[in-house]
């Protein structure tokens, strides 16, 4: 009978330290890049800008017209 005994609070200390390690997990995937990375990703954002950028047409100015 003594070794179906549940400790709350070593379960709610368990519970906190799983949620702990599942939110650290996330976090690594979510922000462990390296410099590397991040200077790609931010290169390629800057050049897709840029692209876009080229791509847009001018409208014109109203000083233009007269």
């Given amino acids: 009978m003594s070794d179906n ?4 609070g070593k379960a ?3 519970l906190a ?6 939110q650290a997990a ?3 995937i979510k922000y462990g890049r ?10 390629e954002a800057a050049k897709d800008a840029r692209k876009i950028d080229g791509h847009k047409l001018s409208k014109p100015n109203k000083d233009d017209e007269t």
């Fill in 12 to 14: 709610k200390k368990n």
């Fill in 5 to 8: 005994v549940i400790k709350f």
């Fill in 34 to 43: 390296t410099k590397a990375e991040k200077l790609k990703q931010d290169s």
């Fill in 17 to 22: 330290r799983h949620q702990r390690e599942a």
């Fill in 26 to 28: 996330e976090n690594r």
